[in-house]
Each structure stands twice: as structure tokens, then as C-alpha cells.
């Protein structure tokens, strides 16, 4: 007889799932494969809660497959590494951002894009090498390919690290890519969310002169007094918005963008997006936002509080970003 999807590997894991379209996660006992050759295994401290997650638990992309067990902000401690595995120990400080794989051949490989690999697998709701779904880190561990694995710098604290695995990264590589990381450059924030204070913190520390574009007056003060910008606009204040230069968007809304063309072609202004970072970028970044100290503004919640805090971020009611306190609650809830 075939097993379940969740005991096809031979090493029992727990986490909160959820079954259906109605997001709502509970206790759920699955597998995960034994350590191989190039693998690390690590005990999962801390997961982020990304938007990302809460539009797949809902299937809002029409992807999701069920059970779906997400979280691709997840960091913890080594317990086990494969026999060639070199870069890590046991008791290292490590995480796993949002892939988990990729073919490792194609020309985005092959120049450290695995984000853009039209294979890349991955953390979670993804079809693994060996045809199995992935699961995420609102579990009790994880295992990956030493490829994956990104170091912790140690003056970072796990909790606040977790975050910087998907928004970090995904701000900071488009501030990198389209030159916006020299000193003096102009750059505006739109939307002051879990990746728009980060984005704020990472343009700071390169020298930007940072503008926060916001529907909400109320976050002027904030935006200015707390995370360090320069100014803020106002985005339904038609007379404050009358200039831009490059739109690089790194959100992922239900509903696709409209856009006028008349304000693009005059003066050669520039739509383009950008995909979180591959793994070289990713553990740059992490090690640049622990040279800085750039850390995210958290709120660190047990894991039974889960469908809770994914109602408030529905509700954009969050500074600015959850992260679950896995280690110390999963087993308890």
C-alpha cells in the first residue's frame, strides 16, 4: 500500500499545516528525508511569517497543494551534517530562506541566480528532486543541501534574523542590482510594511537618501523618528508624486498592476521587478545587515497564536513583521 505524501521519508518531523482553501492551520505529523552526504539538518529556532505565506495557505496564486505547511524565514541550530559537508558543524547558527533547490546548470545557476532558475524549488508547496512535496519551517526541524544553508553572523540574534531570509533579502538585492547602493542616491520607499522598513534600513546603511511613499500621514513620524528616512510623501498627494525614475516592484499582488504609459515614456522612466536573491547574494546580505546591525521590527509570537497573527496581517496590523517562536512553543501548542 503507498504512503501518505507525509510519511514517505523515513525521519518524523511536526508542524502546523493547513488542509484546505480556508488557510487555517492546526498540528500536523509528516517526514522528512534522512541527512544525505551534502546535507545539514538543523533543530528550527525561529520562522518569520511572510505575506507569501498567508496567500498560499489560502491558494489566492491558484498553486497550493494540500497539506501545505509553510514558512521560508526559518533559522535554528545544527544537529547533523552530512559526510561531505565541510562549511557547517553541529551547533552552528544557520537558516533557510525560500528555495531549496534548483538544476544547478542552467546560465542563472551557473552565475549565482538560483532565484531564477526555472527549476528552483521551492521551501515549501514545491515538487522536490525526488517528487515529493516540500514543507516549511513552521516545523520542529529542517533539512536541505549545504547549498541552502545560510550562516547567522553571531552578533545577529536568531529571532530577528529569521526575516531577513526573504525580506531581507528581496530588498536588498534590487538596491544592489539597479545601482541604488551608492551613497547619495535617491531612492523612495513605497509602502511601509515588513519589507518596506527593511528596504528603508538597507538604503540607509548604503548611503541613500531615502524618501517613504505611504497612503498613511500617521506613519510619517515613524518613518522618519525610528527607521532613519529622509522625508516622506503622501502617495495620494498628486503634487508630491510628480517624479520617479525607476518603479522596481517586489511585491506579488492577486490582481495584476495598471499602469499609465504616458508618465513612462516621457523621460525614459523604467518599470522592472526583482525575485528575492540567490545564495551568494543572500549570505551577503545577511552578512552585511550584521556589519551594519540592520535588523527587522519583529513580534515574536507562540505558535498556537499562528491563525491569529495571519488575521492580522490580513489586516496589515503588524510592526512590521511576526516571527514564531518555534523552539519554545511548537511542542506545547
Known amino acids: 500500500m503507498a504512503k501518505a505524501p507525509e510519511e514517505d521519508h523515513p525521519v518524523r518531523a511536526f508542524g502546523w499545516a493547513t488542509r484546505d482553501t480556508s488557510g487555517v492551520l492546526s498540528p500536523f505529523n509528516f517526514s522528512r528525508r534522512v541527512t544525505e552526504d551534502e546535507d545539514v539538518r538543523f533543530k528550527i529556532f525561529y520562522c518569520g511569517i511572510c505575506h507569501s505565506?498567508?496567500?498560499?495557505?489560502?491558494?489566492e496564486w491558484g498553486n497550493s497543494s494540500y497539506p501545505l505547511l509553510p514558512g521560508h524565514e526559518l533559522v535554528g541550530v545544527v544537529t547533523e551534517v552530512?559526510?561531505?559537508?565541510?562549511?557547517?558543524k553541529v551547533g552552528d547558527r544557520v537558516g533557510v530562506g525560500c528555495m531549496v533547490g534548483a538544476c544547478h546548470t542552467c546560465e542563472n545557476c551557473e552565475n549565482n541566480l538560483e532565484n531564477y532558475c526555472p527549476k528552483m524549488i521551492l521551501t515549501y508547496n514545491s515538487m522536490n528532486y525526488d517528487g515529493t512535496m516540500t514543507y516549511g519551517g513552521y516545523s520542529d526541524h529542517m533539512v536541505a543541501n549545504q547549498r541552502y544553508i545560510i550562516r547567522i553572523p553571531d552578533n545577529l540574534p536568531l529571532d530577528v534574523a529569521a526575516?531577513?531570509?526573504c525580506a531581507g533579502i528581496t530588498t536588498y538585492s534590487p538596491l544592489r542590482y539597479f545601482g541604488l547602493d551608492k551613497s547619495g542616491m535617491k531612492v523612495g520607499v513605497v509602502g511601509l510594511g515588513g519589507l518596506g522598513h527593511l528596504a528603508v534600513k538597507f538604503a540607509k546603511a548604503f548611503g541613500a537618501v531615502v524618501t517613504v511613499i505611504s497612503t498613511s500621514p500617521?506613519?510619517?513620524?515613524?518613518?522618519?523618528?525610528?527607521l532613519g528616512a529622509d522625508s516622506f510623501l503622501v502617495s495620494s498627494n498628486s503634487n508630491e508624486m510628480q517624479s520617479h525614475g525607476k518603479i522596481i516592484t517586489v511585491g506579488a499582488p492577486e490582481k495584476p498592476l495598471e499602469l499609465p504609459v504616458f508618465p513612462l515614456i516621457m523621460g525614459r522612466k523604467l518599470v522592472a521587478g526583482s525575485l528575492i536573491g540567490g545564495m551568494k547574494e543572500t549570505q551577503e546580505m545577511i552578512d552585511f545587515a550584521g556589519m551594519h546591525n540592520i535588523t527587522p521590527e519583529i513580534e515574536v509570537v507562540?505558535?498556537?497564536?499562528?491563525n491569529t497573527a495571519m488575521e492580522r496581517?490580513?489586516?496589515a496590523d503588524v510592526?512590521?513583521?511576526?516571527?514564531?517562536?518555534v523552539a519554545n512553543t511548537l511542542n506545547a501548542a
Open 53 to 59: 505565506d498567508l496567500h498560499s495557505a489560502k491558494n
Open 82 to 88: 552530512g559526510s561531505k559537508v565541510q562549511k557547517y
Open 163 to 165: 526575516p531577513l531570509l
Open 218 to 226: 500617521s506613519k510619517k513620524q515613524e518613518a522618519i523618528k525610528v
Open 302 to 306: 507562540p505558535m498556537d497564536y499562528v
Open 313 to 315: 496581517l490580513a489586516k
Open 319 to 325: 510592526k512590521y513583521r511576526f516571527v514564531l517562536d
